[in-house]
């Protein structure tokens, strides 16, 4: 049965040029500025005890690093380069944190040293203060402390980029070496028409098809706090802590946010691939086992039946002719407010279990 959706109105950015931030992004920037100004500080007590002024001035490098390396990397970064492989992101960054790193400190120093000497800011390399700092190394010490500490994080944020969000922390931090139970919510989410479209397409151009749209629906994941627990071909499984998906109802708005995203994105699909991408997901929550499993390569996993439901919710999509499907298990902890209209629409028998289990429809309120 075929679907037919029509995606939702969505005003088009401006095409080109570089993404507009959000209110949420620059409050990050400035809590990353925040982080900064809080390393230069403990910098400057260690090494500059006694000197209050200049432990400020260190304070107010530590900003600047944070702040401007922080709009490098959600701004710049976060486009083009993003797709690259990982050595040139590596590198280019690297390059672009040396250039951040020696103007935020050197501009600051600047006009502390201006300040302090009555130099003219076009005369200060003739303040002996300065130049004693410059040429006995001071400032190579602060660049490279600056820098290795911007490296370690911009190398952990890439290896964490790679293996998922809370992934690499919980490897370290050994969270699920020990397997254990956890309230979870699931998202199970498909392409309609995929064999199709991967037949006239080609596997190459099918493979770059499906990264593009896997690309696309990060930024929605990201804003409602979920997690990416694994590709299957054209699907993707998505999960939230219970808590976490509740929230502000970011479950469900992960749906329509990447629902809005391919209304935006439709122009470009159409003209690379001539098809543009429409989905169907389905939802549930119940208790799963994770913990960690392998040895030559390990994985974080959940098993359970609250996995095996949310699949099968999905696979009603295409019968019942929706686009989104999900439990009364999930509904009745949903606070739907004014935001969505919820419909009822079949019940179903799962394979081993001998009660029912309703699904529910979920659209937009209009207006």
């Known amino acids: 049965m075929e679907l037919n959706f029509a995606l939702s109105s969505t005003p088009m950015p401006p095409k080109g040029g570089l993404p507009l931030m959000d209110r949420r992004t ?49 701004w710049l970064f976060n486009t083009r380069l993003r797709r690259q492989q990982f050595i040139v992101v590596f590198s280019v960054r690297s390059v672009a944190y040396l250039a951040v790193v020696s103007l935020s400190i050197l501009i600051p120093l600047g006009v502390y040293t201006s300040l302090v000497t009555q130099t003219s800011p076009w005369h200060l390399m003739e303040s002996p203060i300065l130049r ?111 808590k976490t998906g509740l929230k502000n109802l970011n479950c469900i708005h992960c749906f329509f946010g990447i629902w809005d995203r391919m209304e935006v994105r439709r122009d470009y699909y159409m003209q690379k691939y001539g098809y543009e991408p429409v989905f169907k997901a389905g939802y549930h929550v119940g208790v799963v086992i994770v913990g960690e499993i392998g040895d030559y390569k390990r994985d974080i996993v959940f098993h359970g039946d609250t996995v095996n ?48 289990l309703e699904l529910y429809s979920l659209d937009p309120v209009e207006g």
């Open 132 to 242: 004693g700092w410059m040429t006995k190394g001071g400032f190579a010490y602060l660049v490279v402390y600056s820098l290795v500490v911007l490296l370690v994080i911009q190398f952990i944020t890439l290896v964490s980029r790679l293996l998922g969000p809370n992934v690499l922390i919980n490897y370290m931090l050994g969270r699920y070496h020990s397997p254990k139970e956890e309230e979870r919510i699931f998202m199970f989410m498909d392409l309609r028409s995929s064999t199709t479209i991967a037949e006239r397409l080609g596997h190459l151009k099918w493979h770059q098809f499906l990264n593009d749209f896997f690309y696309d629906i990060a930024k929605p994941v990201r804003r409602s706090r979920g997690e990416i627990y694994q590709y299957v071909g054209d699907e993707v499984v998505i999960s939230w802590p219970k």
């Open 309 to 356: 439901t949310a699949s099968r919710i999905q696979m009603e999509c295409n019968h019942y002719n929706r686009r989104l499907l999900l439990s009364n298990t999930l509904l009745n902890q949903l606070d739907l407010g004014n935001e969505y209209t919820s419909e009822y629409i079949t019940k179903i028998v799962l394979r081993g279990k001998a009660e029912e």
């Open 26 to 74: 620059l409050a990050y920037i400035g809590e990353r500025g925040l982080y900064g100004a809080l390393v230069g500080l403990v910098y400057g007590l260690v090494n500059l005890y006694g000197e209050p002024s200049l432990i400020f001035l260190c304070g107010v490098i530590g900003f600047l690093i944070g702040f401007f390396s922080t709009l490098l990397d959600r």
